[in-house]
């Protein structure tokens, strides 16, 4: 069973009609996906759910939009390409 959440947004808030793309419900899927991901609060496979892509296509996305996908430091960085 599938459940979705609704979000009622003003429309003063919006670029006008003629600014909006056709898509702009996926670009806006898209955006909170990429965003709750980057912040840590979902996975790369819960954000490409989320936006109707898989997980690798995601990663792919959110990257060429400038969100790192791999959070390496130190060691883990070094062992990495060891």
């Known amino acids: 069973m599938s459940s979705t959440l ?5 429309v003063a808030g919006l670029p ?3 600014e909006l793309p056709a898509n702009f419900a996926d670009e806006a899927r898209f955006l909170l ?25 995601f990663l792919l ?13 130190g060691d883990d960085l070094v062992n990495e390409f060891a």
Do not use: N
């Open 16 to 18: 006008s009609a003629a």
């Open 33 to 57: 996906a990429v965003k709750l991901f980057e912040q840590g609060r979902i996975s790369s496979g819960k954000a490409g759910r989320l936006c109707g892509m898989g997980r690798v296509e």
């Open 6 to 10: 609704t979000i009622e947004l003003p």
């Open 61 to 73: 996305a959110a990257s060429r939009s400038g969100v790192p996908v791999v959070d390496l430091q």
